[in-house]
């Protein structure tokens, strides 16, 4: 009888729709026996299949008889997967509206991303952003310290990426699908201590199911990256035109750095900086220094600006 019920609640736990294809094949079974053809009008092949998988049906000939029918039947009207606690049954959380789907406007910020990383390796497209950009930022270069031009940006960079994030991320679609992988975790643990088969064949395929789904979530946390991408790379590329090009001279062009101390040497006049000069100087492994001063304030920025803001950019999945 207890494993009887343990069936029954697996199966209908994972379907609402399998109680009431039990009890039509209960009520359509002559002296235990039936078979499809008896049920085929409410019970398509694939519940069929689902009932005897759990084993509630057997074999017996040309039909199958309902192993305890007594017992399906009394596990049934007692509904105890209805009363299950948090996390020792299937995921009862609902999908929150689907209304964060990409629009033509994101593709088309995807593409424009993707065609400006062109700008760091082909000289042209880069000349041709930095001096489109330099209309709109030359006046930070004329005003201030380059190092303050980078912190500048940095903040700038760092609000509207801050913002993006928050209008355009659901974080309540995110944080369904990780608290139904975590509830999915949770029950294999428990079906696994149980020694429950039937659960964990059950928690197997909703798990495969669900990998499909994290597709949702990556959607969701790229979606406002490529605004990110379209709006930072120009700044990005301006910073690196300023630093490469012969015609503009960066100052200072070389800068005291916290724990790293002073950067290599720059001849007098220099225009057009070359690695290992200032602020090309590699710092950390591969990294110049003006992208490791970028990343270092843009991350401070970012959390003023997240608490400042009172802004939620993660999912909550307490």
């Known amino acids: 009888m207890a ?12 379907d609402g729709r399998m109680e009431e294809v039990l009890r039509h094949v209960l009520d359509r079974a002559e002296d235990g026996a039936v078979s499809f ?18 084993g509630l049906l057997v074999e017996d000939g040309d039909e199958y008889v309902v192993r305890d029918p007594a017992g399906v039947r009394e596990a049934l009207d007692a509904a105890v997967w209805k009363d299950r606690p948090s996390g020792s049954g299937a995921t009862d959380l609902e999908p929150p509206e689907d209304d964060s789907s990409w629009s033509t406007y994101d593709k088309a910020a995807a593409l424009g991303a993707v ?3 062109a ?6 497209v880069r000349n041709a952003i930095g001096n489109v950009m330099d209309v709109g930022l030359g006046f930070l270069d004329a005003a201030l310290p380059f190092y303050v031009v980078i912190l500048v940006l940095a903040l700038f960079t760092g609000l509207y990426s801050t913002l993006l994030q928050s209008n355009l991320m659901n974080t309540e679609k995110m944080a369904y699908y990780q608290q139904k992988m975590k509830d999915l975790q949770n029950r294999r643990k428990e079906a696994q201590e149980s020694g429950d088969e039937a659960e964990l064949d059950r928690i197997q395929e909703e798990q495969m199911e669900a990998m499909g789904e994290n597709l ?8 406002p990256m490529v605004w990110i991408m379209l709006l930072t790379i120009p700044v990005f590329l301006w910073m690196y035109w300023m630093i490469l090009s012969p015609e503009q001279a960066v100052t200072p062009a070389q800068i005291t750095m916290p724990l790293i101390g002073e950067l290599n040497a720059v001849p007098d006049g220099v225009q057009g900086l070359k690695p290992d000069q200032g602020w090309r100087t590699q710092v950390i492994g591969p990294l110049e220094a003006w ?3 970028y990343f270092v304030c843009s991350m401070g920025f970012n959390q003023i600006i997240r608490k400042s803001l009172n802004i939620q950019t993660t999912p909550d999945t307490s």
């Open 216 to 223: 949702g979530m990556f959607k969701e946390q790229f979606r």
């Open 3 to 14: 494993q009887t019920a343990e069936k029954v609640e697996s199966l209908v736990g994972s």
């Open 291 to 293: 992208i490791v001063w």
């Open 37 to 54: 053809a008896d049920v085929s009008d409410e019970v398509d092949s694939g519940e069929w299949g689902r009932v005897i998988e759990r």
């Open 115 to 117: 065609g400006l990383f």
């Open 119 to 124: 700008g760091y390796s082909i000289t042209p």
